[in-house]
């Protein structure tokens, strides 16, 4: 029998370190979900940016049921046909020539910087080793990514951390210029900086920014875990800003919810990672690959990114109108389905009274940051899910600003 546990259990039994809502959600089809009580929400958040098909997609649920009957995992001591497939897709619908699966967002960027160095080391020697990237970044919670990543906070406590690391503030071109050398082994960079606040890259910085790098021999690292395949309306957002990066990183929509990551690369750069040099167990094990190989099918159809720039004018008439009315927002920013919504001076510090109060209103939304509310929903969301969604969120406005009269 099926022991009942509640949200209480994980004040019991779990580790403090996260502090999840009231809602378990225990069921999800599209872009609805409900818990436990049968409440039903819309879900605008998609885990955070993550299941850009929704929930219970019928392809890969098949794709999934298919490949666990057939094999699960091998280790790295054999390669496996899910792998090779879905790294030959990887290969060719980007600028890169080679692909390193692993299994989360950090360990990617964990492999990308270590790659960075071991390049610099091959090429030009240890001196040339420093990496650069910018505040508010966020590359995930490993040591080495929590020291790469812009927000001390993550850090604090657990030094000490990686050294020869250099932070930049992000779209500021001449103080990149100040901070580059020909020590500089990468600079590291999100087209549009997530966690940070929904904060896109200029175009003019993000070409000045791949410039500095081949004055300097440096490597341009893109982390596109949050803002790839597909949720900024082309499969990465590197393709929107015109510059091609050396190395990027991808997870988050890659699985849709299974975990999957690739780091990709130039086969030059590639190279460095000669056998013994890195690894990971579970890293491009044939249940994954297999996953995200129909993924990566479904995604890139013209009629899926097509339909993401759709959805994108739609959130943005929606918000407006909301504004309108209420004026909460100081700026709705953002790429394709990752968006942004500013609150106003009045509330800044505390946008997540609006995940609240969405929440109790029968919808999912993030925060990015203690002023923005952050939008990342299934790159296939229905309409009338989006238009639902955003009379629940109306809703919600209404209430935080009634309680706060
Ligand atoms: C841009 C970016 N990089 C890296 C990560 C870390 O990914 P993971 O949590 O899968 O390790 C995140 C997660 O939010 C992210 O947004």
């Given at each position: 029998m099926t022991e009942q546990v509640t949200r209480a259990t994980f004040d019991e039994v779990m580790f403090p370190n996260y502090a999840p809502s009231a809602i378990i959600p225990v069921r999800g089809e599209g872009s609805r979900v409900w818990d436990q009580e049968g409440k039903e929400y819309i879900d605008f958040a998609g885990g955070i940016a993550v299941t850009a098909l929704g929930h219970s997609h019928p392809t890969l649920v098949n794709v999934m049921r298919e490949q666990?009957?057939?094999?699960?995992?091998?280790?790295?001591?054999?390669?496996?046909?899910?792998?090779?497939?879905?790294?030959?897709k990887l290969t060719e619908k980007t600028f890169a020539d080679r692909v390193f699966f692993c299994n989360s967002g950090a360990e990617a960027n964990e492999a990308a910087f270590k790659l960075a160095r071991r390049y610099a080391f091959d090429h030009f020697g240890p001196e040339k080793n420093e990496i650069i990237s910018f505040y508010q970044s966020f590359h995930g919670r490993t040591l080495f990514t929590v020291s790469v990543g812009g927000q001390p906070k993550y850090k604090e406590g657990f030094e000490p951390t990686p050294k020869g690391i250099t932070h930049c503030h992000f779209n500021d071109i001449e103080e990149l210029k100040s901070l580059i050398s020909d020590k500089t082994c990468a600079v590291v960079m999100e087209p549009i900086?997530?966690?940070?606040?929904?904060?896109?890259?200029?175009?003019?910085?993000?070409?000045?920014?791949?410039?500095?790098?081949?004055?300097?021999?440096?490597?341009?690292?893109?982390?596109?875990?949050?803002?790839?395949?597909?949720?900024?309306?082309?499969?990465?957002?590197?393709?929107?800003?015109?510059?091609?990066?050396?190395?990027?990183?991808?997870?988050?929509?890659?699985?849709?919810?299974?975990?999957?990551?690739?780091?990709?690369?130039?086969?030059?750069?590639?190279?460095?990672?000669?056998?013994?040099?890195?690894?990971?167990?579970?890293?491009?094990?044939?249940?994954?690959?297999?996953?995200?190989?129909?993924?990566?099918?479904?995604?890139?159809?013209?009629?899926?990114?097509?339909?993401?720039?759709?959805?994108?004018?739609?959130?943005?008439?929606?918000?407006?109108?909301?504004?309108?009315?209420?004026?909460?927002?100081?700026?709705?920013?953002?790429?394709?389905?990752?968006?942004?919504?500013?609150?106003?001076?009045?509330?800044?510090?505390?946008?997540?009274?609006?995940?609240?109060?969405?929440?109790?209103?029968?919808?999912?939304?993030?925060?990015?940051?203690?002023?923005?509310?952050?939008?990342?929903?299934?790159?296939?969301?229905?309409?009338?899910?989006?238009?639902?969604?955003?009379?629940?969120?109306?809703?919600?406005?209404?209430?935080?600003?009634?309680?706060?009269?």
């Open positions: 666990a009957g057939q094999l699960w995992h091998l280790a790295n001591i054999m390669t496996n046909e899910p792998a090779l497939r879905l790294a030959k900086q997530g966690e940070g606040g929904i904060i896109p890259a200029d175009k003019t910085f993000a070409k000045q920014v791949r410039e500095l790098c081949d004055q300097h021999k440096a490597l341009l690292v893109y982390d596109e875990v949050q803002s790839g395949v597909g949720r900024s309306g082309t499969f990465f957002a590197y393709e929107q800003l015109g510059v091609t990066p050396d190395i990027l990183t991808s997870a988050k929509a890659l699985g849709n919810g299974f975990p999957v990551a690739a780091m990709i690369a130039k086969d030059h750069v590639a190279q460095s990672f000669v056998f013994g040099t890195h690894g990971s167990t579970y890293g491009g094990n044939p249940m994954a690959c297999a996953i995200a190989e129909a993924v990566i099918d479904i995604i890139t159809t013209p009629e899926v990114l097509e339909g993401v720039k759709k959805r994108h004018d739609l959130f943005v008439e929606g918000l407006n109108a909301i504004n309108e009315k209420y004026h909460v927002f100081k700026d709705i920013r953002g790429m394709g389905l990752l968006m942004g919504a500013e609150v106003v001076e009045q509330f800044a510090g505390n946008a997540k009274a609006f995940l609240t109060a969405a929440a109790e209103e029968g919808l999912f939304v993030l925060v990015a940051g203690p002023n923005v509310i952050r939008f990342a929903p299934s790159l296939i969301i229905p309409e009338e899910d989006i238009k639902e969604g955003l009379a629940r969120l109306e809703r919600a406005v209404a209430k935080v600003l009634e309680a706060n009269k």
